[in-house]
């Protein structure tokens, strides 16, 4: 079975401090994908990232970075000098390989930023 | 580039009533997927529509139905409509539903459902 965990419910920063947003994901699947999204307000989920299993590089896209680590089953998101505009609830998700491409989330991450 | 559209914004039924809720898939994606997103929790997936056929369903009763049109658009409808049915429905595009490389799901702004 599959399943993402964000333990963090709400987490609240002062504006310029990092943040680091945690999730743990299961399943037996040995192809997966991980993605992250963001959730402003208005509702729309806006993609951020997608890694596949095989690729456990760590990325940087600009302010963000992702770290990837499979001997884990962890996939967390950090935002360096955080900005007021990032204040959302963000959701980890998990898409298995094969058959549907459909999305399990998590119960996301709210973040507030504290100008 | 047209994004994912969704409509109505907004939609307050009562129970036992019957709702259609549409979606209009970015340009050039060929899947659409639907996900109920109650208060506080996150996006729980109802099924995917693949070149007009259901490619997958989530947990959701048969009264929760879909269609998918050649130009992929899509419609969800859903029946006998219960209080726990208010949420917030998402309609999410992607390129290629077969399980092939899992291409990110691109998502519209949502219906909010009210069920009085």
């Not at chain 1, 729309?44 to 992702?66: A, H, K, P």
């Not at chain 1, 990837?68 to 900005?83: E, H, L, M, P, R």
């Not at chain 2, 139905?65 to 409509?81: D, H, I, K, R, T």
């Amino acid at each position: 079975a599959q399943k993402v965990t964000q333990a963090q419910t709400e987490i609240s920063v002062v504006e310029k401090e990092d943040v680091t947003l945690d999730c743990v994901y299961e399943t037996r699947d040995t192809t997966y994908y991980l993605f992250w999204y963001k959730q402003p307000p208005s509702g729309e989920l806006v993609f951020l990232i997608r890694r596949n299993s095989f690729d456990e590089q760590n990325e940087i896209s600009g302010r963000y970075s992702w770290n990837f680590q499979k001997s884990t089953s962890s996939f967390n998101f950090t935002i360096t000098a955080s900005q007021v505009v990032d204040s959302a609830v963000y959701f980890c998700a998990l898409s298995e390989g094969g058959g549907a491409n459909n999305l399990f989330f998590g119960t996301g991450t709210r973040l507030t930023v504290i100008p | 580039e047209t994004g994912v559209t969704q409509s109505p914004t907004h939609l307050i039924k009562t129970r036992g009533q019957q709702v259609t809720l549409r979606c209009s898939s970015q340009s050039g994606h060929n899947t659409v997927s639907w996900y109920q997103q109650a208060l506080g929790q996150g996006p729980q997936f109802i099924f995917q529509y693949y070149r007009e056929e259901e490619n997958g369903r989530g947990n959701f009763p048969p009264r929760f139905s879909g269609l998918q049109f050649p130009n992929y658009s899509s419609e969800l409808n859903v029946n006998a409509l219960e209080l726990d049915d208010s949420a917030l429905y998402l309609c999410a595009s992607s390129l290629d539903g077969t399980g092939g490389d899992n291409q990110p799901q691109h998502f519209g702004d949502g219906t909010r459902l009210s069920i009085l």
